[in-house]
């Protein structure tokens, strides 16, 4: 299990630009607590140019060490590219702390999910000390804060879209994928592949028949862009990790209007 502690906390306004400043963003649980198997989002907006800003606190690192690992990142959604990367890591031994339980509904719900990443030592700690530099960067890269709700990839099917995953994995053992596509498929346009991970023969671990290499990719849902029918797909790259399996956030943009054809294309 990983040991953190969670007290959620309201934030009265959300990401609003003051004097190179954004008040405390929101976070959001992606994937099952209950199942040790998640992570923690904080989106923080979208640019006109495709831009996806967010904050994602690596549940993995220094799980009940006391330690929180958060990872500031600006991505570009039309290409995949991390444009910018920071991280910031903090340990609540250090510093003048207490953490009070179950102080909100959102705090009960996050407990019940078993979902341990303690927002009141991001808001009352870290946040204060990170907010400058982050708001430097939403500046710098024209993000248009807002709050943003993580939605299930089957609403696009009202749209007459479906998002699916093709997976193959080593025929020797089911223990890890060699062969990994996100495809979208339009009921009016087409299909495209708008991403593909393959097993390198180089890459000795993924075709290792070794249970701590075991790879694994599933998607966990998306973000909207408001200003163009496009959006961030997060995908899950799960390995087992000591005692529990690791989960690591991978970001997959995807073009909902244009780039279909009948045949799979990498197309944005």
């Excluded at 198997?37 to 009940?64: M, T």
């Excluded at 909100?104 to 946040?127: G, Q």
Aim: aromatic share 18%; hydrophobic share 35%; with cysteine.
């Amino acid at each position: 299990m990983k040991y953190y502690f969670i007290n959620i906390l309201f934030c009265l306004n959300f990401f609003q630009i003051q004097a190179q400043s954004i008040d405390c963003p929101k976070p959001i649980i992606v994937g099952e607590g209950n199942q040790n198997n998640y992570q923690v989002i904080y989106p923080l907006g979208w640019s006109e140019k495709g831009d996806f800003a967010y904050i994602h606190q690596d549940i993995n690192a220094y799980a009940g060490g006391g330690g929180f690992q958060y990872n500031f990142i600006v991505q570009n959604m039309k290409t995949d590219e991390v444009v910018f990367e920071k991280g910031f890591y903090y340990n609540n031994n250090n510093v003048e702390y207490t953490w009070k339980s179950y102080s909100t509904n959102i705090d009960s719900l996050a407990n019940k999910k078993m979902a341990f990443f303690d927002y009141a030592f991001f808001k009352t700690i870290v946040w204060s000390k990170i907010r400058v530099e982050i708001s430097d960067a939403i500046t710098k890269y024209k993000i248009k804060t807002t709050y943003l709700s993580l939605n299930n990839v089957l609403d696009l099917k009202e749209k007459g879209i479906t998002i699916y995953e093709k997976i193959i994995n080593n025929p020797i053992t089911d223990h890890f994928t060699i062969d990994y596509k996100i495809i979208l498929d339009s009921e009016a346009k087409g299909k495209k592949m708008i991403y593909h991970w393959h097993c390198d023969d180089k890459d000795k671990s993924c075709l290792n028949n070794y249970y701590s290499k075991r790879r694994y990719f599933v998607i966990k849902g998306y973000f909207r862009n408001p200003f163009e029918n496009r959006i961030a797909i997060i995908v899950f790259l799960e390995t087992n990790g000591y005692g529990e399996i690791n989960e690591f956030p991978l970001l997959v943009g995807a073009n909902l209007e244009n780039g279909y054809d009948k045949t799979l294309t990498n197309k944005k």
